[in-house]
Structures are given as structure tokens and as C-alpha cells.
């Protein structure tokens, strides 16, 4: 079993940044993707962003990537979403998710392909 906490979240002005944090415990995540997906107020989960087992791989929901940056730190088991130039509409609970399938990397961003989720870190970007 896998458990994951997430941390970093908070309140911020619009226009700032935050960095969030996920540090996996039970087992080592190092040859697991990493993800993470937000859900805001009413709405479903939706998948931000993902990085390879190995780090040389991410891809983001569309044009994220200019203000996410998602990285792991292996020898932490730990995987991290910095966020930048926040807007209100990125408010929601973070969560991060890891993929149990060893030295394999998907583009899929569906909730389904991860095995196990964080209880989440909440968000709020004020205009």
C-alpha cells in the first residue's frame, strides 16, 4: 500500500505562486508515474499534470504548462507541483496520484489509470 500527503496548498493573491508537495510512504514510488489533478468548487476532478517514473517525461493539460512545472525528487519518494502566475480560476484541491504499474508511462488523463490518491491540498487564488 501507497499512501501519499500532499502539502503547500493555502491562499494567495492572484498572480502569485505556490508550490505544492506529495510525499509517498508504505512502499518507494520510483518506478511509478506521478500525477496531479484538481477539483474545484462543484465540478469533477480533472486531470493538471504528469511526470514519467523517471522524470524525462511530462505533459500537461493544455496550456498549463506555461505556469506548471511538475518534477519529482526520486530519492525523496516525493513529487511536486510549482505553480505560478495563479489565477482564480486554478482554486481547488489538489491531488496527487500515482500510477502502480512499474516503468510505465501513459499520456492518459484519466483518474481510472492511477491506483492511489492523496486526500488533497486546498488552493485559493484571490482576485
Known amino acids: 500500500q501507497i499512501q501519499l500527503v500532499e502539502s503547500g496548498g493555502g491562499l494567495v493573491q492572484a498572480g502569485g505562486s505556490l508550490t505544492l508537495s506529495c510525499v509517498a510512504s508504505g512502499r518507494s514510488v520510483d518506478t511509478y508515474q506521478m500525477a496531479w489533478f484538481r477539483q474545484a468548487p462543484g465540478k469533477e476532478r480533472k486531470f493538471v499534470a504528469a511526470?514519467?517514473?523517471?522524470?524525462?517525461?511530462?505533459h500537461y493539460i493544455d496550456g498549463l504548462h506555461r505556469r506548471f512545472t511538475i518534477s519529482r525528487d526520486n530519492a525523496k519518494n516525493a513529487g511536486y507541483l510549482q505553480m505560478s502566475s495563479l489565477e482564480p480560476e486554478d482554486t481547488a484541491v489538489y491531488y496527487c496520484?500515482?500510477?502502480?504499474?512499474?516503468?510505465?508511462?501513459?499520456?492518459?488523463?484519466?483518474?481510472?489509470?492511477?491506483?492511489?490518491w492523496g486526500q488533497g491540498t486546498r488552493v485559493t487564488v484571490s482576485s
Open positions: 496520484a500515482v500510477r502502480a504499474r512499474p516503468y510505465h508511462t501513459t499520456d492518459s488523463r484519466a483518474r481510472e489509470e492511477y491506483d492511489f
Open positions: 511526470i514519467s517514473w523517471d522524470g524525462f517525461t511530462t
